[in-house]
């Protein structure tokens, strides 16, 4: 029982993770179909952004941590106006798929040069003490991931609801012609979805720097799965992106311990596969285009 | 209109901005990374050609940071020589060249090396998987490449007539590591944990075949990957369930880390023993206090006086040129002592000129001509003979473990 309970919560915990980080790509999704395919290099750089600051420069960590997530999301700005707006031309335009690939291995060699490729680990506030569930150990740093995710997925689900720009991202992702129309500018909401797109990946290096050691060369491995947890859920639906983290890192760790550790990615993906055919928008998804809130 | 044209204008300039970025950080790649070893210390004869020696290294990747500490020792044997005049008055340039990791660009690396840049020999070999793709065109090109960290024994062994090794080959490694197991632990109940790529794959193999030589198996053989595998409960615990006493951990940096965290969860507390992987400081960030009481074993440790004039003239030399003593100590220990060696080949073999019989007469000399030579790890009668081409024997390890967050050397022996 105890081996059942530690292999879920130390998956959560990974989970978490993937779930943050797929909500960066969930957010430019579903305002103008384009995904920020850099998303996991903006990861790393806020891992790297929240080491320099915390370790290097002695910056308190909550100074460190807000301006690692703010630099992330002012840089995720200029990416959508240099390496999206241009080439987002509508339902068909691939171009962007190119475009960010390129930011992201920009961004990669830009912090290998600067930060070179050591690993660092930022000590986490909370402390290095561990968190003891019925024999099952989490380390607090750790179980801090859990509230941090879901109050993050709250003031998401608030702006959406409630804020006159969550009103205008929703509007865009449902009819953007006619946003237009109305007299509010489209370029605008994606921009700011690209910005908010950005600090949710700053705050998830940030956060992850905190636990697991950040080189210039984590973020590809990471952008990769917090895609397929993205699809897997369906793109526009934040609460079942953030469910469909948690059970990925789950079923990474269950598949690990019963099946096989040599060959637990490859289930993973064929899972992944399976699922999509028998929903091909995804687990959560209701509808092609409107956010789901 | 005049919007539209002052938009042009905004975005001509961030193009160029982004340019003149990329372009800078070209440059500075440049200097950063590679191309500045050849640092001609002047004392060798004007006019004279230099003499080219291949460098095979990782700057990019999860492995720079312990890759450099190779590149690193090679430098500093590379400026001791020259400010000795270099060999036979000729100053020795390093051609220095980033595999990326990349098997692929490894192996157009070895051709370069040969047909390109025409070096006379080449050091290197860090990452194993990058290595084993080498290995058979170096065999090809016909040059000796000096083997300084890659612990893979087909490398090296298998009828590889080119390549010399002076790394920790895992079998020799193995061998070591099951003595030692036995002495201090009195167990063979040993779970092998090892990464997926090269490194793990040779040491899980090497250790497994000690054990059976013994008639012996590993209790747990469980795999991870080091770039993307994060939680090891899955790993650990099966390790666990086998009932091992020892854990054989063979991952790189960070993901050791991971290893120890998940041990620290499941209440396992049993010795660790590993090799480079564990002796570089990732394992010490993620873990920290747990990495205490981990062994690693080296060729060399420089948290310790040095007792050896060589290794203490390695370490001035070495400190006061990258201000800091080596990260991952056997790496850049190796690479020095490798380079030197080859060194002392070169200028053995005395060169003709005719590229292909230098190389030749490079590697016969290594194998039966090389002469005693007194290193950073120890003192050499003849390293290489043609039948064994690893220089570094059982007798060449020093068991190294980590105290307060230092490696220092074991007690344990």
Known sequence: ?293 | MKRAAGKRWILGMLVMAMIWVLSACGAGGKEGAPADASAASGSGEAGKEPILIGMSTEATGDNAMNSVNLYQGVQVAVDQVNAKGGIDGRLVELVVRDTEQNPTRGISIIRDFSQKEKVLAAIGGFHSTVMLAQSPVIMEEKFAFMVATSNVPASVESGMPWTFGVRMNANITAQYALKFIKEHFNTTKIAILHENGGYGKGAAAAMTKVLEAEGLKPTAVETFDNAKDKDMTAQVNRAKESGAEVVYLFGQGAANGYVLQAMDKLGWKVPVVGENGTANKGIQEVGKELADGVYAIQTANFNVDQTREPAKKFLDDFTKKFGHIPTTFASAAQGYDGAMLLFQAIEKAGLTGDLAKDREAIRTTLETNLGSYNGVIKEWEQAFTPENHDAVDVNSYLMCVWKDGKLVVSDKQ
């Open chain 1, 1 to 293: 029982m105890s081996l059942v309970l530690q292999l879920v919560i130390s998956g959560l915990s990974v989970g978490c993770l993937y779930a943050l980080i797929a909500l960066g790509y969930s957010l430019t999704y579903v305002v103008n179909g384009t995904l920020n395919m850099s998303q996991g290099q903006l990861v790393m750089l806020g891992g790297v952004l929240m080491f320099g600051f915390a370790e290097l420069a002695h910056l308190p960590f909550l100074v460190s941590f807000a301006v690692a997530a703010l630099l992330v999301g002012l840089l995720n700005l200029g990416i959508e106006r240099l390496a999206i707006r241009k080439f987002d031309k509508g339902p068909n335009s691939i171009e962007w798929v190119l475009s960010t690939i390129a930011v992201g291995i920009i961004i990669q060699d830009v912090a290998l040069y600067f930060n070179g490729p050591d690993e660092g680990v930022t000590p986490s506030p909370v402390g290095e003490g561990m968190l003891r569930i019925f024999g099952a150990g989490i380390y607090w740093k750790e179980f801090i991931f859990l509230p941090v995710v879901g109050v993050l997925l709250a003031i998401l689900i608030l702006f959406y609801k409630k804020s006159h720009w969550g009103l205008w991202l929703r509007a865009t992702a449902d009819n953007r012609t006619a946003v237009e129309i109305m007299g509010v500018s489209s370029n605008k909401i994606v921009a700011v979805a690209y910005v908010l797109s950005g600090l949710l990946a700053g705050i998830g290096g940030a956060l992850m720097s905190t636990n697991y050691a950040v080189s210039v060369d984590i973020g590809l491995p990471l952008g990769l799965k917090a895609i397929s947890v993205a699809i897997l859920a369906g793109v526009n639906n934040p609460k079942g992106i953030v469910a469909a983290g948690l059970l990925l890192g789950v079923a990474e760790a269950v598949i690990g311990q019963y099946v096989s550790t040599a060959f637990r990615e490859m289930f993973v993906y064929g899972m992944v596969i399976l699922v999509l055919y028998w929903k091909p928008t995804g687990l959560f998804n209701a509808r092609k285009t409107a956010i789901k809130v």
